[in-house]
């Protein structure tokens, strides 16, 4: 997706000597850049998979880049950084700054305001090239099949991680140039040995992390380095693969069947950026390595076709535009996929966006006297794009930043939530008031202590643990201290336990795995989940606090079920023999939908939303009896407060109870804490 121009290159590797290469256009390159973009808009469409088309574009993108360099080395000319640097991203943002200001006007006109905030952060994360690294913070699924729940800006991650290699390459070549010169060595054999050890460390790196962390690994810049040392080392190694002609004409079709059928032939779920990549990577290079053959039927005639030729000088911007359109509509329509018309429609539409943006924007930059007279007017530019994305995003964020703080202020009279239901409560809220948390607010929704685990004498050893361990700080010694173990439906009480503490002076400490609830080795988890609870119940009986909490069942989103959390019994039965009482919240009704946009779509109190208790979970008597079997565990049950009079609604007392589809607000549980407090100490008996 880079827009480096298409380089002058070696025009075949029939050229005599490395040191003596002419160069011409190739435009075989520019037909395997459309083909490239093609694949990811096609596959991303129509497929919902990953082709490979992203990991040809790093190729290209540093095989070009190199050779750039080389040429430049090699002549006797001076490298420029700053002015390679300002002259590249002065081709490089206009662009973007189009799909961004195209991208904020139709998610003020189509996208839910739950959407706002990230969208928001996610525009000065694709701005400012560092878009890779805040998806890899929130591990971001890149192979969900709903695309309407990913950002429409979630595809600069590929742009920011070329933006970054475009600082980075440019300095390693620069010194290899110096240690080179100052060494009297070969410059070509300088860049062999670093971009050597840059294939070999990030490789092995790409290999072990995206088996232990794919989602984190896909978005990593260490784990997709090597792919752009490929590139270079492709560069390198061009002027010696001098193959004959009738083996590059089969080497060019090869390399161009093989790269077209990655996504069909491989389940890349889970192992890209691994070694699985080398694929779409060897097949491009054949491709290159083929050149130009000359003969009729080469693959090099293919992708020297004009429309193919077109296409790849709009390759960049069709990757910009196509997956905004593609989110957008999914958004606008309330879909999950769109079908062979809805597809076509929106390839069309990306098309003719390209094309303008393209003709309008980006040619006549490129190409501007004015313009490209001098580095600062190069600056200018670059700095007017910035302006224009900066400015109405922080203004939105401000504004966004001024309605929270108002409704804030005016929570405690119109926004009480649970307290509603209590005996005797006198509500005083405006019948119109608007309902809390403020739907561009709900990343705030998720509960966090004040600080991690490292100061705390009584901190967990087990690394695994102390990663993951938060804690309250009491004042001065506290009363007691209550351990809290679990998964997301764990966490979500954090809103209403950490009041509880401040209010009692207790230490509160805890140990959360998304997607891993406590109770003893089963096989229902993940290894890595049974070894994180086995660590968390070594923990605990090290620690001994005088309560553990967790949740003690999990509700099925289409089942009227909540059955007990496997493993709990057993795990409750360790703490009790050592004295250490358990609490155990029944889990929250879960939904097929997502309850916060249906109230957004509907209405606060719209009965589209609702469901009645009993088709939700189990019966009430028979959990609470199954748990009074069970010694260590006391059952808390709050479901009457999630319900209120045996409905679930998507809003009690103008507050949000429901994030997404199973997950309560911290807004809400925290809104609990009159009956939460009470039921909880009344079941330890504190």
Not at 604 to 610: A, T, V, Y
């Amino acid at each position: 997706m880079s827009r480096l121009e298409t380089e002058t290159v070696p025009v075949s590797p029939d050229t005599p000597a490395p040191s003596a290469v002419k160069s011409t256009y190739r435009p075989e390159v520019q037909g395997l850049r459309a083909l490239a973009v093609l694949m990811v808009v096609t596959y991303h469409i129509w497929f919902g998979r990953v082709s490979g088309g992203v990991d040809v574009f790093l190729l290209i993108s540093a095989f070009l880049l190199t050779l750039s360099f080389i040429r430049k080395v090699e002549g006797g000319r001076a490298l420029q950084l700053g002015r390679y640097w300002l002259h590249q991203f002065k081709r490089l943002l206009p662009p973007v700054v189009v799909v961004l200001l195209g991208t904020l006007t139709a998610t003020a006109l189509f996208v839910p305001q739950s959407r706002w905030t990230e969208i928001l952060s996610q525009s000065w994360a694709s701005l400012l090239y560092f878009q890779n690294w805040l998806l890899a913070a929130e591990s971001v699924d890149y192979y969900a099949a709903d695309h309407s729940t990913a950002s429409p800006l979630q595809h600069f991650w590929s742009l920011s991680i070329q933006g970054q290699v475009f600082i980075l390459w440019p300095l390693l070549l620069a010194a290899s140039a110096l240690l080179a010169k100052a060494f009297r060595l070969r410059f070509r054999a300088v860049v062999l040995a670093v971009f050597g050890a840059v294939f070999a460390a990030s490789f092995t790196f790409s290999v072990i992390e995206t088996y232990g962390n794919q989602a984190h690994a896909y978005f990593d810049t260490r784990t997709r380095l090597w792919e752009f040392a490929f590139g270079t080392l492709l560069a390198l190694a061009l002027p010696y693969l001098k193959l004959p002609r009738g083996l590059r004409v089969v080497a060019g079709w090869l390399g161009l069947a093989a790269m077209l059928s990655v996504g069909f032939l491989l389940d890349v779920q889970g192992q890209f950026p691994g070694y699985v990549a080398l694929m779409p990577l060897m097949a491009a290079s054949l491709v290159i390595v083929a050149g130009q053959t000359g003969s009729r039927i080469g693959a090099d005639r293919f992708l020297s076709w004009k429309p193919l030729m077109r296409l790849g000088d709009m390759s960049y911007a069709l990757y910009l535009w196509h997956w905004p359109v593609l989110v957008i509509y999914l958004i606008w329509r309330d879909r999950q996929e769109v079908g062979p018309v809805g597809g076509t429609a929106i390839i069309m539409l990306s098309l003719v966006l390209a094309y303008l943006t393209t003709k309008l924007v980006e040619r006549p930059l490129r190409s501007s006297a004015w313009v490209n007279r001098n580095s600062m007017r190069a600056a200018v530019v670059i700095g007017l794009c910035v302006a224009l994305v900066a400015a109405p995003v922080a203004g939105w964020q401000y504004g966004l930043k001024v309605q929270a703080e108002r409704l804030e202020a005016e929570a405690l009279k119109n926004n009480p939530g649970a307290r509603v239901l209590l005996a005797g409560f006198n509500d005083m809220s405006t019948p119109d008031a608007q309902p809390i948390p403020l739907l561009s607010a709900l990343g705030k929704e998720w509960g966090v202590l004040e600080t991690d685990c490292s100061d705390l004498d009584t901190r967990p050893s087990d690394p695994v643990l102390l990663d993951s361990c938060m804690a309250s700080v009491p004042k001065g010694e506290a009363e007691k201290t209550v351990l809290v173990i679990g998964d997301s439906h764990t966490e979500q009480w954090l809103g209403v336990l950490e009041p509880m503490a401040k209010e009692h002076n207790y230490q509160l400490i805890s140990l959360l795995m998304g997607a891993c609830s406590f109770g003893e080795s089963s096989e229902g988890r993940s290894p890595g989940c049974n070894d994180f609870n086995a660590a968390a119940l070594d923990y605990a009986l090290e620690l001994n606090p005088d309560a553990v909490f967790t949740v003690a069942t999990a509700a099925d989103p289409v089942e009227a079920a909540d059955p007990p959390v496997d493993g709990l019994p057993e795990a409750s039965e360790v703490l009790r023999q050592a004295g250490i009482p358990m609490v155990g919240v029944r889990d929250n009704p879960r939904y097929s939908f997502d309850m916060l946009r249906c109230a957004e779509a509907n209405g606060p109190h719209s009965e589209e939303c609702s469901a009645d208790v009993s088709e939700k979970l189990s019966d009430p008597v028979s959990t609470a009896s199954y748990f009074a079997s069970v010694p260590g565990v006391e059952l808390m049950d709050m479901t009457d407060l999630i319900c209120p009079y045996g409905t679930c609604v998507p809003t009690v007392g103008n507050v949000y109870v429901y994030l997404d589809d199973n997950h309560l607000t911290t807004t809400y549980t925290a809104s609990m804490i009159d009956a939460f407090e009470s039921r909880f100490h009344a079941a330890l008996n504190w």
